[in-house]
């Protein structure tokens, strides 16, 4: 049987070479082959587009291929969301975003949709969040938990600032994570109230904080 990590070198291999096809199909067959939802995404997808990013960041591929790549992960992500079923948002509302100067949304949007897959209601707010837009958004009755999201490093303030305007709003857990986060020590010292290292994490967080308030 092959296993998440060989998938998931597949799928990284597609999506360097623009493969847009090719990528689904590597998806579809590691589900055939057992992988469950959740493990899409956290076990094959993420660490393809890690392979990804640090090849970017080691000047390997360009903008250009990783732009792509982004791309078909999004087109991938859109065929599978809608085979997914997910139960109804029964156990509160969580919203998250990525803030002021993040324009990163794609790591989110994987969480998001982990998070949804596990029975909550999720409003993604999507990349490049404003301040006040995204204490704007964490008003509703529902609302047990509120996800801020930096993936690049330099945004620190913007954190710091979203998670104090939507303390002022709300008294609900605010994590605090992304690529920028690596540990939960820096997600404490930003304000959050607990970090997770990966989407299945994050929903193992969101349900040790609500048995705790």
Excluded: C
């Excluded at 092959?2 to 090719?22: I, K, M, N, T, Y």
């Excluded at 109230?193 to 299945?200: L, N, P, S, V």
Aim: net charge negative.
């Amino acid at each position: 049987m092959v296993d998440a990590a060989d998938w998931s070198l597949r799928f990284h291999r597609r999506l360097l070479a623009g493969d847009r096809f090719g990528a689904k199909s590597v998806i579809e067959a590691s589900l055939t082959a057992g992988t469950d939802p959740v493990g899409v995404y956290v076990d094959v997808v993420a660490p393809a587009m890690r392979r990804i990013g640090d090849g970017w960041a080691a000047g390997a591929i360009g903008v250009a291929e990783e732009h792509r790549a982004a791309v078909i992960v999004q087109q991938v992500l859109a065929v599978l969301d809608s085979r997914f079923s997910r139960r109804s948002g029964r156990r509160g509302l969580v919203v998250a975003g990525a803030v002021a100067g993040e324009r990163h949304s794609l790591p989110l949007r994987m969480v998001a949709d982990v998070v949804r897959l596990s029975g909550y209601e999720v409003q993604d707010l999507g990349g490049d969040v404003p301040v006040d837009a995204f204490a704007d958004a964490v008003t509703d009755a529902d609302l047990v938990a509120v996800a801020v999201s930096a993936s690049t490093p330099g945004n620190e303030d913007a954190v710091v600032s979203t998670v104090a305007a939507v303390r002022r709003r709300v008294d609900v857990p605010v994590l605090v994570g992304g690529g920028a986060v690596p540990d939960a020590a820096t997600s404490e010292a930003l304000g959050g109230d607990g970090w997770a290292a990966d989407a299945r994490g994050a929903v193992e967080l969101l349900e040790d904080l609500q048995e705790l308030r």
